[in-house]
C-alpha cells in the first residue's frame, strides 16, 4: 500500500488547510486511516482515524471540534479539515493505514505551518 498525502502550507491563526492522502496498491476495505503529526522537537502524536467501512471516526483531545477526518472511499482518499487552526499545530503530518490501528503504512508528511 502506497500513502501519498497533500495539501500543507503557511496558514495564519485562525484560517483552515485541507489535507489529503491518497491510497493506491493493495489496500484491504477493513483498514483504518489516520493522521499523525510531529513537531519540531516533539513525539509524533495521533490526530484522527476513520475506519474504512465503519466509518467510526476518532481524535485527539487537542483537535476535537476543529478537525473533521472524512473519506471517499471510492478514490481510496482520506481527507483532514483543519479549521480554526494555531500556532500549536504546527508540524508534519503523516498519513497511516492498517488493520484496526496497527497503522502499517505510511505515507510521507506534508508540512503545516500556523503563524501567529
Known amino acids: 500500500v502506497q500513502l501519498q498525502a497533500s495539501g500543507g502550507g503557511l496558514v495564519q491563526a485562525g484560517g483552515s488547510l485541507r489535507l489529503s492522502c491518497a491510497a493506491s496498491?493493495?489496500?484491504?476495505?477493513?483498514?483504518?486511516m489516520g493522521w499523525f503529526r510531529q513537531a519540531p522537537g516533539k513525539e509524533r502524536e495521533f490526530v484522527a482515524s476513520?475506519?474504512?467501512?465503519?466509518?467510526?471516526?476518532y481524535y485527539a483531545d487537542s483537535v476535537k471540534g476543529r478537525f473533521t477526518i472524512s473519506r471517499d472511499n471510492a478514490k481510496n482518499t482520506v481527507f483532514l479539515q483543519m479549521n480554526s487552526l494555531k500556532p500549536e499545530d504546527t508540524a508534519v503530518y503523516s498519513c497511516?493505514?492498517?488493520?484496526?490501528?496497527?497503522?502499517?503504512?505510511w505515507g510521507q508528511g506534508t508540512l503545516v505551518t500556523v503563524s501567529s
Open positions: 476513520s475506519r474504512w467501512t465503519s466509518g467510526m471516526t
Open positions: 497511516a493505514a492498517g488493520p484496526q490501528t496497527n497503522f502499517i503504512y
Open positions: 496498491g493493495r489496500t484491504e476495505s477493513g483498514y483504518t
